[in-house]
């Protein structure tokens, strides 16, 4: 129940191309879903993120899509760059009060590689 | 203003050996929490700290442990190294009032020979 599943494991879009990552979780606890962005050698820089009360929060060309219902959540990376080729989370954590509180859980990632 | 500070970057320690791991959290934060994060995997979370005090604990073996000071700084212990617990060691800090919006240092990456 404290799993967040992540898919696909790897992605390649051409640049201008929208790249999209999908996730879903189990904990009906979780109120926080964050996206992360990880470089390699680098730790996870917080990217954008969503609480359930919403179904889409656009910052940019980064759109996460929630689905409270489904319990599933996705992130959208319209016009892709080459920049944009990372690794990228999706996680989620819960209020206080239960066991996975402020514990943000990741799902296993995303590899983007987006070609020119 | 200071992000998450991380040291030492890289570490080599031999089976058996202690280490620890320190942390300075940004500029306004109060909680730090700890995450172990192996090659191609997420990160998983060991524990957090606020207020000198171990709030949450994920599911690792006592041979890792913690502390805070009163600056709010951390230290990640490991006792008795394992080849498997060679990994990229990450900090994350957080204001315990906040909206659950934690920021990652660097890391430090850890290799047990």
């Known amino acids: 129940q404290q799993q967040v599943k992540q898919s696909p494991q790897s992605l390649i879009v051409q640049k201008g191309g929208i790249s999209i990552i999908n996730c879903a979780y189990e904990?009906?606890?979780?109120?926080?879903f964050p996206w992360y962005q990880q470089f390699p050698g680098k730790g996870p820089a917080l990217l954008i993120a969503?609480?359930?009360?919403?179904s889409e929060k656009k910052e940019g060309r980064f759109t996460i899509s929630f689905n409270k219902s489904a319990k599933q959540f996705s992130l959208h990376i319209m016009d892709s760059q080459p920049g944009d080729s990372a690794t990228y989370f999706c996680a989620a954590s819960a209020p206080p009060g239960g066991t996975s509180y402020d514990k943000v859980i990741f799902g296993p990632g995303t590899s983007l590689s987006v070609i020119p | 203003d200071a992000g998450v500070t991380q040291s030492p970057t890289h570490l080599i320690k031999t089976r058996g050996q202690q280490v620890t791991l320190r942390c300075s959290p940004k500029?306004?934060?109060?909680?730090v929490s700890w995450y172990q994060q192996a090659l191609g995997q997420g990160p998983q979370f060991i524990f957090q700290?606020?207020?000198?005090?171990?709030?949450q604990r994920g599911n690792f073996p006592d041979r890792f442990s913690g502390h805070q000071f009163p600056n709010y700084s951390s230290e990640l212990n490991v006792n008795a190294l394992l080849l498997g617990d060679s990994a990229l060691y990450l900090c994350a800090s957080s204001l315990v009032t906040g909206s659950h919006e934690q920021y990652f240092g660097p890391g430090t990456r850890l290799t047990v020979t």
């Open positions: 700290y606020y207020e000198e005090e171990e709030r």
């Open positions: 969503i609480r359930p009360d919403v």
């Open positions: 904990n009906t606890a979780f109120d926080y």
């Open positions: 500029s306004g934060h109060d909680t």
